[in-house]
Nanobody
Framework: QVQLVESGGGLVQAGGSLRLSCAAS????????MGWYHQPPGKQRDLVAV???????DYVDSVKGRFTISRDNGKNTVYLQMNILQPEGTGIYSC???????????????WGQGTQVTVSS
């Protein structure tokens, strides 16, 4: 079994910052890509940022220069530093990771339960 647990969400004023964390635990041999998704109220979930196993990040255009994704492979944790947050950043942020549970095993995708971020204007 693998679990992803996010933390760090909350209420912040427009222009403020939050740092989200997502820790993977359980039966883990290796973690490939890790990423963060955002689901605004009443809308679909969309990718925000991803980071490869070797730490190479990629972002959607709307967050470039404001958000930073990083990971600590020793802690099986991915982070999302969000700066200059705007009200449209309100929603549930969920982490996603592709994980191999045993050597030679298949790669599966796992989701965290999500953490709420509310940006007030």
């Amino acid at each position: 079994q693998v679990q992803l647990v996010e933390s760090g969400g909350g209420l912040v004023q427009a222009g403020g910052s939050l740092r989200l964390s997502c820790a993977a635990s359980g039966s883990i041999f290796s973690i490939n890509t890790m990423g963060w998704y955002h689901q605004p109220p009443g809308k679909q979930r969309d990718l925000v940022a991803v980071v490869t196993a070797c730490g190479s990040p990629d972002y959607v255009d709307s967050v470039k220069g404001r958000f930073t994704i990083s990971r600590d492979n020793g802690k099986n944790t991915v982070y999302l530093q969000m700066n200059i947050l705007q009200p449209e950043g309100t929603g549930i942020y969920s982490c996603y990771a592709t994980i191999v549970s045993m050597e030679g095993g298949p790669l599966y995708g796992y989701w965290g339960q999500g953490t709420q971020v509310t940006v007030s204007s």
